[in-house]
C-alpha cells in the first residue's frame, strides 16, 4: 500500500528480552517520527529523524531505546531489556519534511511485556 | 504537565448538529496546530491544520479557529455524521530549531447518534 507501514502489529514478550519495531515510511518522505501512546495517555513523541540522521532525540524514555533509519526509508525502534512499563502502542509516522507537512501514522506495534 | 488539554474526554452529538471540540495550550512558543482523529487500532489521520498567523481555516466540514490571546482552539464539524465518529486529537508544534515533534492532547471521543 501507499501509507505508513509498520511490523509486527502485535508483539507480546517477556521482560527483560529486547525487542525489534519496524517502520516502513511513505516513499518519498523524508522525515520520520516514532511516538508511543500509553494506556490512556496521550501520543508521547520519541525520535525524529530527517534522512538518515536524528536531530532529535529528546523523547527517547532511557539508554534501553535507541532507533536507527537506513537508505533514507525504513526505520528499527529497538528496545533493550524490556520493562513492564514500556508496554505500550507505539506509532510510527512520515512526512515531507517541512513544519507545515502533516505527518502520516502507520496503525502502530502494540507492544506488550509480560 | 500537560501542554496541550482537551478537557473533555468525551462528546455525544446528534447527525446533521455541529460538534465543537476544544483545546488549549500553555506554552506561547507554540505557532502551529493540527487536529487528527483516530479509530480503535489504527494510527491517527490528519484532518486539518492551522498556522498562528491565521484564526481561522476551512476545509470542507471541517473549520478549526484560533484564539491566541485565550490559547485556545475549537475544531467544528458541520454538519456531523456517523462516520465521524472517532477520537480527536489536538497537536501542536513551535518553531524552535529542528523542532518536528507534535505535543499531543489526551483526545476527545466523539459520538454522532443518527
Known amino acids: 500500500g501507499a501509507g505508513v507501514s509498520q511490523s509486527p502489529s502485535n508483539k507480546v514478550t517477556e521482560k527483560g528480552k529486547d525487542v525489534e519495531l519496524r517502520c516502513d515510511p511513505i516513499?518519498?518522505?523524508?522525515?520520520l517520527y516514532w511516538y508511543r501512546q500509553s494506556l490512556g495517555q496521550g501520543l508521547e513523541f520519541l525520535i525524529y529523524?530527517?534522512?538518515?540522521?536524528?536531530?532529535?532525540k529528546s523523547g527517547l524514555p532511557s539508554d534501553r531505546f535507541s532507533a536507527e533509519r537506513t537508505g533514507g526509508s525504513v526505520s528499527t525502534l529497538t528496545i533493550q531489556r524490556t520493562q513492564q512499563e514500556d508496554s505500550a502502542v507505539y506509532l510510527c509516522a512520515s512526512s515531507m519534511g517541512g513544519r507545515s507537512q502533516p505527518q502520516h501514522f502507520g496503525d502502530g506495534t502494540r507492544l506488550s511485556i509480560l | 504537565d500537560q501542554q496541550v488539554k482537551q478537557n473533555s474526554p468525551s462528546l455525544s452529538v446528534q447527525e446533521g448538529r455541529i460538534s465543537i471540540l476544544n483545546c488549549d495550550y500553555t506554552n506561547s512558543m507554540f505557532d502551529y496546530f493540527l487536529w487528527y482523529k483516530k479509530y480503535p487500532a489504527e494510527g491517527p489521520t490528519f484532518l486539518i491544520s492551522i498556522s498562528s498567523i491565521k484564526d481561522k481555516n476551512e476545509d470542507g466540514r471541517f473549520t478549526v479557529f484560533l484564539n491566541k490571546s485565550a490559547k485556545h482552539l475549537s475544531l467544528h464539524i458541520v454538519p456531523s455524521q456517523p462516520g465521524d465518529s472517532a477520537v480527536y486529537f489536538c497537536?501542536?508544534?513551535?518553531?524552535?530549531?529542528?523542532?518536528?515533534?507534535?505535543?499531543w492532547g489526551l483526545g476527545t471521543s466523539l459520538a454522532v447518534n443518527p
Open positions: 516513499s518519498g518522505h523524508t522525515a
Open positions: 529523524f530527517q534522512g538518515n540522521s536524528a536531530p532529535d
Open positions: 497537536a501542536a508544534s513551535d518553531s524552535a530549531g529542528n523542532n518536528r515533534k507534535l505535543i
